[in-house]
């Protein structure tokens, strides 16, 4: 599975849209991009995923660039409840191994 | 419907004695992965089971670690010897072979504390 480079912390004020960028250069064809958050004292929780087109559910969205070397999740309105360490992974489409997590991005929210 | 769940949430125990740490995953979830994460690391991967097949046990940091899981569904993750580095957070995952999204449900973890 391919590295991904993602801030090792950000602020937002609540309310406020968050833009969290995780760079994947060396992402190959067949790898999705998956974010996963875990909240304090909890397992990791799943976010959204996506391979090339833009995605968008209850809980965010997912913006890729159009060589899929970086990607950006956005919260459209930041809450408290989503300070936590958001983790950007890269996993083989199809498969069912192992996630490999990276250090992530710490967000806080500040009211 | 019930997540996955793990016992206990917490354990303490003395250098040298042996451990067991019990994952029920999701009803249905054919995959299972034993995680663990250290006092300010990240999360570190240390087995997986698919199915009936063999488990991917790439992930076990020494000997003293061992998993298991009787029938397909319950698992046992046994460390012998305990040593204070492996005190963590040691967290169960499981999911579905359905679709390509593959989203992985965690448990609460179990805090493990060597003494």
């Known amino acids: 599975d391919a590295k991904t480079t993602q801030p090792n912390s950000m602020e937002s004020n609540e309310e406020e849209p968050v833009h969290l960028p995780c760079n994947h250069s060396?992402?190959?064809?067949?790898?999705?991009i998956h974010w996963y958050r875990q909240l304090p004292s909890q397992g990791p929780e799943y976010v959204i995923h996506g391979l090339t087109s833009n995605v968008n559910n209850r809980m965010a969205s997912l913006a890729i660039a159009e060589d899929r070397k970086s990607s950006t999740l956005i919260l459209h309105r930041a809450t408290l409840r989503d300070a936590a360490v958001y983790y950007c992974?890269?996993?083989?489409?199809?498969?069912?191994?192992?996630?490999?997590f990276g250090k992530g991005t710490k967000l806080s929210v500040k009211p | 419907g019930a997540g996955v769940s793990q016992s206990p949430s917490n354990k303490v125990t003395e250098k040298g004695k042996d451990v067991e740490l019990r994952c029920d995953p999701i009803?249905?979830?054919?995959?299972l992965y034993w995680y663990r994460q250290s006092l300010g690391q990240g999360l570190e991967f240390l087995i997986y089971f698919q199915g009936n097949s063999a488990p991917d046990k790439s992930g076990l940091p020494s000997d003293r670690f061992s998993a298991e899981r009787t029938g397909g569904s319950v698992s046992t993750l046994t460390i012998q010897r305990t040593q204070q580095e492996d005190s963590a957070v040691y967290l169960c995952?499981?999911?579905?072979?359905?679709?390509?999204?593959?989203?992985?449900?965690f448990g609460p973890g179990t805090r493990l504390t060597v003494l």
């Open positions: 060396t992402i190959s064809g067949t790898d999705y």
């Open positions: 009803s249905g979830h054919t995959a």
């Open positions: 992974i890269l996993k083989y489409g199809g498969s069912q191994g192992n996630l490999i």
């Open positions: 995952a499981s999911s579905s072979l359905a679709g390509l999204r593959n989203e992985q449900f």
